[in-house]
Every structure is written in C-alpha cells, then in structure tokens.
C-alpha cells in the first residue's frame, strides 16, 4: 500500500506565478521528508528537505511546509519558471530507514 | 560533489537474459539502494544495503538479486529477463542514515 501519495499527477502554472505541490503520507513515525526534482532520463536531484520538529523550511524560492497532524506536506514555488518544469516527488523516512516515495507531479510553467 | 554512476543509461535486453546493472559511488558512502519507476507508480525500492556484503529486501526484490562486494559498488542482477521489467531503473546512495540520497542518471531498461 502507498505511504506517500501524491494525488495531483500533474500541474500547470503561468510563469511568475506560484506552484503548489502537495504530499499526504500514512505512516505516523514519518520524522524525516524530501523534495526531489526530475527532469526526464536523468536522475532525481535533491531539492529541499524538512524533519518533523518544523513546520516550515525555507531555500530561495522554494519552500516546504509540514502539517503534522494532517500527514501532509507541500512544496511551494515562488515565482514559478519555465525552468522548474520537470516531475517531482515527495520523500519520507522514519528514523532514518529508507525512504518512501510518492507517484510524481509533472509540473508545467508556462510562459 | 557526490557522484553516482550507472554504467548504462540505455539498455536492450530479450527476455530470459541475465542481466547486470551496475551502480559506482565515488564518496565512501555506506548506504546504497536501487529503485525503479514507472508511470503512475513513482519510485519503488528493489534491494537496499547498508555496508558492504550485507543486502536487505525492499519492497519489490522478486526477480531481482543483488551484489555488494565493495563498498563503492553495487549491481543489481535480473536473474531472468522478462518484459515487465522494462523500466528505469536508478541508483541512489547516502553516507548513513542523516542524510537524504544523491541518485544516479538512471538506466533506461527495455526488455524485448
């Protein structure tokens, strides 16, 4: 069974604008998240991460916010660019274990 | 920075074939893991290790064996080819259990 869903397979934005991606997950003993960004035949990158004694971290333009009691985190870019086109995926791991990822949202920033 | 290499960025395989993914990491990384992904179904774990000749299963390891002879390597082996596993297959590796993954560029693997 998915831990991680991402139910938004896909998104598109105008350039300038801001892009929400959203992440729900089941497993409670979840204390460590991860945004990853992919372009296509290449590997996911390493965008931005969050443990669970936060609720909000911050790089540049992107930010990620953790709700605890609802299992639901979200990416936010601020502003969009045609650039940030490309899929991404939310992690979790407990305690360090493996991670878990979502199914992917294909981002579109039109410009 | 990190590198991960994966030896082949595209492969074609008939079915049947044993086949040999290969995965080098060049930081002294302990923990090394292969994925794969497909569409609508994101990233699931295959196999998974943590040191050097040790391996854990992870959530799909059927028809799948792994290999860790050195700390820098990692190959995943398809025993016996079959069309549904055709997929990207990545390799990701971290240097314990604090950090998130670098991964690698991925071998697109189709299975005729």
């Known amino acids: 069974d998915q831990q991680v869903k991402q139910n938004s397979p896909s998104l598109s934005v105008q350039e300038g604008r801001i892009s929400i991606l959203n992440c729900d997950y089941t497993?409670?003993?979840?204390?460590?998240f991860l945004w990853y960004k992919k372009y296509p035949a290449e590997g996911p990158t390493f965008l931005i991460s969050i443990s669970s004694i936060k609720d909000k971290n911050e790089d540049g333009r992107f930010t990620v916010f953790l709700n605890k009691s609802a299992k639901h985190l979200s990416l936010h870019i601020v502003p969009s660019q045609p650039g940030d086109s490309a899929v991404y995926f939310c992690a979790a791991s407990e305690a360090g274990n493996q991670f878990y990822f979502g199914t992917g949202t294909s981002l579109t920033v039109i410009p | 920075d990190v590198k991960v290499t994966q030896s082949s960025r595209y492969l074609v395989k008939r079915t049947g074939e044993k086949v040999f993914l290969e995965c080098v990491q060049d930081m002294d990384h302990e923990n090394m893991f292969w994925y794969r992904q497909d569409p609508g179904l994101g990233l699931r774990l295959i196999y998974f290790s943590y040191d050097v000749k040790m391996k854990e299963k992870g959530d799909i390891p059927e028809g799948y064996s792994v290999s860790r002879e050195k700390k820098e390597r990692f190959s995943l082996i398809l025993e016996s080819a079959s069309t549904n596993q055709t997929s990207m297959y990545l390799c990701a590796s971290r240097r314990d259990r604090l950090q998130g993954y670098t991964f690698g560029s991925g071998t697109r693997l189709t299975v005729v």
């Open positions: 497993n409670s003993m979840f204390d460590y």
